[in-house]
């Protein structure tokens, strides 16, 4: 079984700083997908970026990027220019690729406070 | 906007009684998946259907059901309802095709059920 881990439970940022949320996941697989989605006060489920394992280079989606260290398990997210929208709870998430089914782990969020 | 609509959002009924909650899927999509989100629990897979059929189960309990239509919309079944069902209930769409859009999966706005 997969299993997501998420150590820090809280953060905080001041606005236009950067800051790193880490994450660690435990699989047996080889071919799987690794996802950031960020879940705002409004309790929508928003996909902030998304890695393919099979991958090396790190995914970037503006003033997001991650660091996937496939060896370690590990796939962090950094957020630079921290804005006051980036307030939110920030889900990490696992699947396995094929079979057609992606179901998603995840972790139990790292709540996210960008202070102005 | 994800493309993925859930109705209704929200919903108050006592316990011992039955709610349905619906969703349509993104515009070609067609893989359903129902989460829910509780405080104790976070973020919990109950089940995928993949064009009609189910494909994956994860912790649903017997009192809950689902199923997906021809037109690909789906339907959670929730009956004899407990104060624990409290939670919000997602939804969430994708094609499940080989690729890279593939395996991400969008969600919902959500359905917040409160049993009282």
């Known amino acids: 079984a997969q299993t997501v881990t998420q150590s820090q439970p809280e953060m905080s940022v001041q606005e236009a700083e950067t800051v790193t949320l880490s994450c660690t996941y435990d699989?047996?697989?080889?071919?799987?997908?690794l996802f950031w989605y960020k879940q705002p006060p409004s309790r929508q489920m928003i996909l902030v970026i998304r890695?393919?394992?099979?991958?090396?280079q790190n995914a970037t989606e503006n003033r997001f990027s991650v660091n996937f260290q496939k060896a370690a398990k590990s796939f962090s997210l950094k957020i630079s220019d921290s804005q006051l929208g980036d307030t939110a709870m920030y889900f990490c998430?696992?699947?396995?690729?094929?079979?057609?089914?992606?179901?998603?782990?995840f972790g139990k969020g790292t709540k996210l406070s960008v202070i102005p | 906007d994800s493309g993925v609509t859930q109705t209704p959002k929200h919903l108050i009924t006592a316990t011992g009684q039955r709610v349905t909650l619906r969703c349509s899927p993104r515009s070609g999509d067609l893989s359903v998946y129902w989460y829910q989100q509780s405080l104790d629990q976070g973020l919990q897979f109950l089940i995928q259907?993949?064009?009609?059929?189910?494909?994956a189960k994860g912790n649903i309990l017997e009192r809950f059901s689902a199923q997906q239509f021809p037109d690909l919309h789906s339907e959670l079944n929730l009956s004899s309802l407990e104060l624990g069902d409290s939670a919000l209930y997602f939804c969430?769409?994708?094609?499940?095709?080989?690729?890279?859009?593939?395996?991400?999966?969008?969600f919902g706005e959500g359905s917040w059920l409160t049993v009282v």
């Open positions: 890695q393919e394992a099979y991958k090396q």
């Open positions: 699989t047996s697989e080889n071919n799987y997908y």
């Open positions: 259907y993949y064009n009609g059929e189910e494909r």
């Open positions: 998430a696992f699947s396995v690729a094929g079979a057609g089914s992606y179901q998603l782990t």
């Open positions: 969430a769409s994708s094609d499940s095709r080989d690729g890279p859009s593939g395996n991400t999966i969008y």
